[in-house]
């Protein structure tokens, strides 16, 4: 009798065990299964489409919002990270950041994504100056931005870049006088100016360079990739906007 118990208690505890390996590969095959459709949206501190308010870690903007819109008609739900440019690039190129929003020519991109070919937006380059105020050839802008080539024109002709993580610190750094001049784009200018309730510096003068247009960017190493390229062609496919921006207008 005693033999017989003995057996049935380890046959129980044999039960036991088995079940709860079961259910725990079944609880990593959901965890797995959610990160599978998770897709990590990298992006530039660049208000009003990408920021993060301060006292708080959470990235919000027109993009983010409007990449979750987009993306959640096709089972995924999206995490955004706002970083620096540098960071965000390398996040790009080792497959940590599955898609970003960027213009085409930024060189550490260029053979590390997928652009798809209808423009998420486009954008206004300026650069803008204070009349007297600051070092005559000094700019501020944002570091790893080649601003479709005009940073290396600027740069062959005679000017120095004050570069700063993102748009926002290189717009403080133009309007404390620290530098003469300012390269940025009108979005995030337009934004800093407006969330401070200042008006534009009476003593600047503002020069159009170009106007820009900005991509989807996938990464080529995104277990995502295919999925996500095929998602953006079928919203265009259905909808036939000219620029994602318009897919699901915020303003």
Known sequence: ??????????????????????????????????EQKTIILGLLEFPPYAYTEE???????????????????????????CAPAIRVY?????????????????????????????PYSKLDLLLISHNHKG?????????????????EKLVSEGFVFQDTPGSIDAIRMFVRERTRHLITYKRPYKFYLEQNGFDAPAD???????????????????????????????????THVKQFEDVFPLY
Do not use: W
């Open 1 to 34: 009798m005693l033999i017989k118990n003995l057996l049935l208690t380890l046959s129980f505890l044999s039960f036991s065990h088995t079940v709860t390996a079961l259910s725990l590969l079944q609880d990593d095959a959901v965890v797995e299964e959610t």
């Open 55 to 81: 006292g708080s870690q959470e990235c919000i903007g027109y993009v983010v919002e409007t990449s979750k819109k987009i993306f959640a008609q096709y089972g995924y739900s999206v995490k955004a990270i």
């Open 90 to 118: 390398r996040m790009i190129q080792n497959g940590k950041v599955d898609l970003t929003v960027n213009i085409r020519s930024t060189k550490m991109l260029r053979d590390h994504v997928t652009f798809i070919p209808t």
């Open 135 to 151: 070092d005559e050839k000094q700019i501020s802008g944002i570091r790893g931005f080649d601003y479709h080539r005009q940073r």
């Open 204 to 238: 600047t003068h503002i020069k159009f360079l170009i106007d820009l247009p900005t991509f989807y960017a996938v990464s080529n190493k995104s277990k995502h990739s295919d999925s996500i390229i095929d998602a953006l062609e079928d919203v265009i496919k259905k």
